[in-house]
């Protein structure tokens, strides 16, 4: 009998570092699944922001999509993810803000802002597109013509929405000169409502031009981002980490509004994970913008 006891507590010794290693193999399981959960929830669903503003330009309701960075990839969010998640808002016009591919892409990841575009230009939507310094291949602006789309390399258009006229310009600069000056290009229409569209941000530059609204991208909004309004982990811009941490009153053009006199500029962060999939607080998005008449 005393015999079958310590044989019994010989093997109860031998199973308990068993289960206790049987444990900790489980939490690791659990955390490196959330762990992955969590990067693939930031990095690779897509999120709509809504977002109105006003202004006495407009008689009544603009709706604006707002698409930019896409940089295609084969295993991205998928072009119909992202043509459903606009579709569903019924814009009145839809913009591509650039760098919709990777220079460095082949030609299959080319055709996928191209297909992109077909799906809305076929739906019926108004497109107007800038390019950044990725996507300024010249075959690939041409084939956003033929599908339909107007790319506005310094060039303008002028449409009306239920009474309401949006003057809409757009420029492909990747880099702007110490002189570098929007008025010798365009005038502001009064009797519009004046949207400038470019990728890279320039608020110095565009608060003195002072359209409307200006749209850009270019910044993925740093990709990865502090919670609670802090900012983005990285600026690019000011080349410092937790910039915002630093200085609360230093400005950082990285995502959001911006107001000048006269209007504002927005970026979005985009959509794309380039160059690598590290967004956190900071989802893919696309932008769906009402003008709304004010008072």
Request: negative net charge; aromatic residues 14%; glycine residues 10%.
């Given at each position: 009998m005393a015999q079958k006891k310590q044989r019994k507590k010989k093997a109860q010794k031998n199973t308990a570092p068993e289960k206790e290693n049987g444990k900790k193999k489980s939490r690791?399981?659990?955390?490196?699944?959330?762990?992955?959960?969590?990067?693939?929830?930031?990095?690779?669903?897509?999120?709509?922001?809504?977002?109105a503003i006003t202004s006495r330009k407009?008689?009544?309701?603009v709706k604006l999509a707002i698409i930019s960075d896409l940089h295609a990839t084969r295993h991205g969010i998928k072009n119909s993810r992202i043509f459903e998640s606009v579709n569903a808002e019924?814009?009145?016009?839809?913009?591509?803000?650039?760098?919709?591919?990777?220079?460095?892409?082949?030609?299959?990841?080319?055709?996928?802002?191209?297909?992109?575009?077909?799906?809305?230009?076929?739906?019926?939507y108004p497109l107007y597109c800038v390019?950044?310094?990725?996507?300024?291949?010249?075959?690939?602006?041409?084939?956003?013509?033929?599908k339909g789309a107007k790319v506005l390399n310094y060039g303008?258009?002028?449409?009306?929405?239920?009474?309401?006229r949006l003057h809409i310009m757009g420029i492909d600069n990747v880099y702007y000169s110490p002189t570098f000056d929007l008025r010798n290009e365009f005038s502001l229409d009064e009797s519009s409502f004046n949207i400038l569209l470019a990728h890279i941000p320039n608020y110095e530059k565009f608060s003195d031009f002072g359209a409307d609204l200006t749209?850009?991208?270019?910044?993925?909004?740093?990709?990865?981002?502090?919670?609670?309004g802090m900012g983005p982990v990285y600026s690019s811009e000011t080349q410092q980490w937790f910039p915002k941490l630093r200085n609360k009153e230093l400005d950082i053009y990285d995502k959001g509004f911006f107001s000048y006199d006269?209007?504002?500029?927005?970026i979005t962060?985009?959509?794309?994970?380039?160059?690598?999939?590290?967004?956190?607080?900071?989802r893919p998005e696309v932008v769906i913008m009402e003008v709304k008449p004010k008072g």
């Open positions: 690791f399981w659990l955390w490196a699944i959330l762990i992955f959960l969590l990067w693939w929830f930031n990095n690779y669903t897509l999120r709509t922001n809504d977002i407009v008689g009544s309701e019924h814009p009145d016009v839809v913009f591509f803000l650039g760098d919709m591919f990777t220079n460095s892409s082949n030609w299959e990841l080319i055709q996928k802002p191209i297909d992109l575009a077909e799906m809305f230009t076929d739906a019926g390019t950044g310094e990725h996507d300024n291949d010249d075959r690939y602006i041409s084939e956003l013509g033929k303008e258009d002028t449409i009306e929405i239920r009474g309401s749209l850009c991208g270019d910044t993925h909004g740093e990709m990865a981002r502090l919670p609670f006269g209007g504002s500029m927005f962060s985009g959509i794309g994970v380039y160059p690598a999939p590290v967004r956190m607080n900071n």
